[in-house]
C-alpha cells in the first residue's frame, strides 16, 4: 500500500557531497519516523540517519557532523545531505518509513536502495 522511491546515489570522489531523495506514496494517513540506513559488502544493515515527526534527529558518531537528515512532510519526503563522504560510507542506502495508512493499520516500508560508491 505504500511505496518508497529514492534517488541520488551514485559515483562520487573522497571530500565529496550527495543527496539522497526518498518519496513515499500510497494511501498514506501520517508518517512517523523516517530514516536512512546502509549496507556495506559483507557488513549487516546499520542505522545512518534518523528524524521523527517532530524533527527530532539521530546519528551515530560515524556520520554526525557530516550527514544531514531532513523531511518535507507535505511531499511525504526524507533526503540525506552528505557531505565529507569517505571511502567507508561507499554502500547500499536504503529509506525506511513508518506511519498509518487511510484503514487505520500502521505501515514500515523500505525503499529499493541506492548505491554510493566514494572512490578515486
Known amino acids: 500500500q505504500v511505496q518508497l522511491v529514492e534517488s541520488g546515489g551514485g559515483l562520487v570522489q573522497p571530500g565529496g557531497s550527495l543527496r539522497l531523495s526518498c518519496t513515499a506514496s500510497g494511501s498514506i494517513f501520517s508518517i512517523n519516523a523516517m530514516g536512512w540506513y546502509r549496507q556495506a559488502p559483507g557488513k549487516g544493515r546499520e542505522l545512518v540517519a534518523a528524524?521523527?515527526?517532530?524533527?527530532?534527529?539521530n546519528y551515530p558518531d560515524s556520520v554526525k557532523g557530516r550527514f544531514t537528515i531532513s523531511r518535507d512532510n507535505a511531499e511525504n519526503t526524507v533526503y540525506l545531505q552528505m557531505n565529507s563522504l569517505k571511502p567507508e560510507d561507499t554502500a547500499v542506502y536504503y529509506c525506511?518509513?513508518?506511519?498509518?495508512?487511510?484503514?487505520?493499520?500502521?505501515?514500515?516500508?523500505w525503499g529499493q536502495g541506492t548505491q554510493v560508491t566514494i572512490s578515486l
Open positions: 525506511n518509513v513508518h506511519g498509518t495508512v487511510r484503514s487505520g493499520t500502521r505501515f514500515g516500508s
Open positions: 528524524i521523527t515527526s517532530g524533527d527530532v534527529t
